[in-house]
């Protein structure tokens, strides 16, 4: 299973967004809000338009925890479809297994959503599914297998985090389900990315 194992910190300073969504990103950007660097402090001059394109890319990739072959078959797939092209890549990655146990609110972040979907710990329309990377449909219905419910880990993240559902997603069964009602739409989306600069980067 390919994925990111680099520095965290590090990437979420770089991109001043909190990536990974833990509390040691949410700290470090507090107590150091400049990128990491010997000249992270320093002035720098105006960002290029193409770093500003390539930055956007990046935080997406980070923030689903896409690889780069696995980003760039995804856009070339959102390019293919009716429609804007960017909208069309970020319900793309929204609508992945992972992202989807993340949303649901039984991982605390989407390293750990995709690693409760490795080790099998949700069912898709009733059977075992351990693929992150699978899009789920209008209609799919997620659910938690038996033993999963009663993990500590798992009961504690549907206690304690309290993280709004997306309107394209119904809960059922006390939060341990989730159906797609629809395919999301960008205004549903509520990632820190402007997918358009993204489109342009790959435009070139």
């Not at 833990?22 to 470090?28: M, Q």
């Not at 297994?97 to 039984?106: E, K, M, Q, T, Y």
């Not at 989407?110 to 069912?123: D, I």
């Not at 009602?181 to 790959?202: C, K, N």
Request: charged share 30%.
């Amino acid at each position: 299973m390919a994925r990111y194992t680099g520095p965290k910190v590090k990437i979420s300073r770089r991109l001043g967004v909190n990536i990974f969504e833990n509390e040691k990103g949410r700290k470090a950007l507090d107590r150091r809000p400049y990128p990491p660097g010997e000249h992270g402090r320093s002035r720098r001059r105006q960002p290029s338009e193409y770093s500003m394109q390539l930055q956007e890319k990046q935080k997406a990739k980070y923030i689903y925890g896409v690889l780069e072959r696995q980003f760039s078959n995804t856009y070339k797939e959102a390019n293919r479809q009716k429609g804007v092209t960017g909208e069309n890549l970020l319900r793309m990655l929204e609508l992945r297994l992972d992202n989807i146990v993340f949303r649901a609110g039984w991982a605390s972040s989407r390293p750990q959503a995709r690693q409760f979907v490795s080790h099998g710990f949700v069912n898709v329309n009733g059977k075992r599914l351990d693929i992150p990377s699978y899009r789920a449909r209008k209609g799919d219905v997620i659910s938690l297998r038996p033993k999963s419910r009663e993990m500590i880990v798992v009961r504690h993240n549907i206690d304690t985090l309290d993280r709004i559902t997306p309107a394209w997603l119904e809960k059922g069964e006390d939060g341990q389900q989730v159906t797609v009602r629809d395919l999301p739409l960008r205004d549903q989306i509520d990632v820190p990315v402007r997918e358009q600069l993204i489109v342009e980067l790959y435009s070139k």
